[in-house]
Nanobody, 126 residues
Framework: EVQLVESGGGLVQPGGSLRLSCAAS????????MGWFRQAPGKEREGVAQ????????YYASSVKGRFTISRDNTKNTLYLYMNSLKPEDTAMYYC???????????????????WGQGTQVTVSS
């Protein structure tokens, strides 16, 4: 059974930090590009960050560049998103997703992603 399970969300003040984790199972993690997407109520889904295979090539949306860092640990089948200098506009449900490496594009195309987690809520508020 394929599973992507996000964790690490919560309530933080503006300027604070969070680390999101995504635990993957049921597929060959190292054969997939991994991405983080987010969606706020009334807004369309946004590709936040993506990391490719062993090269570690990364993509970031302009809205988070310089503040967020994506990484992966293939030995643990885990994806991470380090979020710093958080802003209220970062408030959203954050989703982990996987796409087979041949289909990996920049910017990430959500229609191509094979597997999705159920999301973890991030709320940035004072």
């Amino acid at each position: 059974e394929v599973q992507l399970v996000e964790s690490g969300g919560g309530l933080v003040q503006p300027g604070g930090s969070l680390r999101l984790s995504c635990a993957a199972s049921g597929f060959t993690f190292s054969d997939y590009c991994m991405g983080w997407f987010r969606q706020a109520p009334g807004k369309e889904r946004e590709g936040v960050a993506q990391i490719k295979l062993n090269t570690g090539r990364t993509y970031y949306a302009s809205s988070v560049k310089g503040r967020f860092t994506i990484s992966r640990d293939n030995t643990k089948n885990t994806l991470y998103l380090y979020m710093n200098s958080l802003k209220p506009e970062d408030t959203a449900m954050y989703y982990c997703a996987a796409v087979f490496f041949v289909m990996c594009t920049e910017p990430p195309d959500p229609a191509r992603f094979n597997y999705w987690g159920q999301g973890t809520q991030v709320t940035v508020s004072s």
